[in-house]
């Protein structure tokens, strides 16, 4: 396992690690993971994803964390921590998914990379602070050490040990092939709301509308400024899944859109 | 061009890129562009300027970029992405204000630079990816890599080629010497309200007040401390423009000033 | 002095400077700090804390600050900016605090780590830019480049002289030992209320409650997930204080517990 790893993480002389959490920005609690983690590794390069995931919002913390994921490149440690079960005897894992490592609770969060990048491995921590970690902060106390420790070239077999079986996947999974009914998975900053729907269904020689909400959204656009200020509109997402927006406005707000809502391609 | 430019960006090892969005950071995308930018420059220091300014908002795009320019120093990098005819006709360009590089949409982004700065060069970016581009997310797939390209010191004309005429510029200007009429452009995180009035214009031998919202404020005073708690006050704002304030408090909300309002000096 | 401190300081290549502030992200504020920091200290790794302490209060920013320092190691600069007096009369400070050293004004923000650390030591900042400082903003123009030159290894002696007398605090000091009544002092992004009561007040051999509200929470729980959904719960947090949670919830939104309310063991 780590002979396969090891090469291409001692290569990087300014490894990159990302981090995704629920903790807001009002406190203290990402400044001390980051501390942390320099520490194990004084020249990571820390980027955050977002620490504006709704608190215990695994389903949601797992769509962002593969976009980062989506992003990177092998050898990118992705440090994720959502995790209202904090304490509790749910296991800690380092998930490895297109060379990519998730350190992070096991409750769901790998499952839209997992499903996306078509799984992984998974590895449970068995690494422990010499002094007690806090019931209530185990990103500062032994998920910012191992990602910290895995960033500065540590084998991963010194760390955490294979997992029997998948971690914990929710029920969360892209469109396959021949099916056409899908839901809102992620409402954007902007209000744009992204689907479970790949680009890949898109029928190469015919032109689809999105139903959505009992209106009709379509034909297939490129780009926003295809449609005129306010007007909705249908496009693939920088994401590659279709994605429901309006231009210069907020799709969610204006055309009452949810996570969950069923969409279908027509 | 390029001989001008490349002596003082090689001798930075760590090149510092600043970032100015609309993105929010509820989403990946600010994640997406930095981990794209640090592939090509891994040693670059990146900068968040803001990634809250309102969506689409380009003149207040313009106004933050500017003060990130004014406190950088040449050889800086300005990744600059408020873009809302992403996928367009719209141009990709590299403006070139004061030594330093702005990176991002030709859509007025970079006007009040441009003014405040004495104009610049402005160059179109002709660099695409081999991939093609998502339609939606140049500042990924694009902007991030011209950006990183630029930082590690690769030379600007192997990336743009001259624009011809000034980039699009909005209507947005400093008051010229002479006259004493201004509006808001500005309001900050503390409710303090930024004029396009350069303390330049304000008269060394003369007390003066500021009229704004059918009420007179003054006389000019240093610091918030030179009120007493709740009262508002002018001063010189760390822009060296006027500036309208409530010590302890927001003038925006408390005297209802709105972007657009009219000052006077009086 | 400097004697003692240097050779820490030296020998980290890339020091860590932490950000506290009450900024907020709309603006450019933060940025031009570290951009002013990073020409004083280019490796120094910058650590946002956070820049959403509510305007002025400086009691909030005193204990977020706190928590930052209790994460990190000796040698770490803390740049510590909620400033209302910008400009008056108010002292320049570092205070040096279990070797480390947090650089802002004298207006009691050091409080909460000066009373949970047993104190320091203090000095006022004597480094004056040449150009002349902004009255508004000593953040950019005096704090910031002392902190990048504390960071770059320059002798605190250089910059700053011992300051007579201890520096401003707060009245804000955790409970000491017999004594069983404390208040709430903080409210998280998650809702979680902070006590000033320190974890080593729980006696080992007795069961304990919270009483808060009118209100009896307990006994003491270990985390989060030792209730049930939706329940209150008090236990010990990350800060080895007090706190009332609520699973997967908001204590303070759900139990109506604001800063200053009355907590006592039971």
């Given at each position: 396992m780590s002979r396969a790893i090891q090469p291409t993480r001692r290569k990087l002389s300014f490894p990159v690690v990302t981090i995704t959490t629920d903790?807001?920005?009002?406190?203290?609690y990402v400044a001390a993971m980051k501390i942390v983690l320099l520490q194990h590794c004084p020249t990571a390069r820390l980027i955050d994803v977002t620490h504006f995931t709704p608190p215990q919002d695994v389903l949601r913390g797992s769509i962002t964390l593969e976009r980062a994921i989506a992003a990177a490149a092998p050898g990118t440690i992705h440090l994720a921590v959502v995790d209202p079960g904090v304490g509790s005897e749910r296991k800690l894992i380092v998930a490895e998914i297109d060379g990519q490592f998730v350190v992070g609770p096991d409750n769901g969060l790998v499952t839209w990379a997992w499903r996306m990048h078509g799984g992984g491995r998974a590895f449970e921590i068995t690494w422990r602070p010499k002094e007690a970690a806090s019931n209530v902060f185990h990103g500062r106390d032994i998920f910012a050490p191992v990602a910290g420790m895995l960033a500065s070239g540590k084998p991963l077999k010194a760390l955490a040990r294979p997992l029997k079986g998948d971690p914990i996947l929710l029920d969360l999974a892209p469109v396959s092939k021949g099916k056409t009914k899908g839901k809102v998975i992620f409402i954007d900053h902007f209000g744009n709301a992204t689907t479970n729907l790949p680009c890949a269904l898109v029928p190469k020689d015919r032109i689809i509308c999105v139903h959505v909400k009992n209106r009709l959204i379509g034909p297939l656009r490129k780009c926003y400024s295809d449609v005129i200020h306010g007007e909705p509109l249908v496009l693939i997402g920088s994401s590659d899944l279709l994605e429901i927006a309006i231009r210069d406005g907020s799709a969610a707000k204006l055309l009452h859109i949810n996570v969950g809502d069923e969409v279908e391609i027509v």
């Open positions: 903790f807001g920005e009002l406190d203290h």
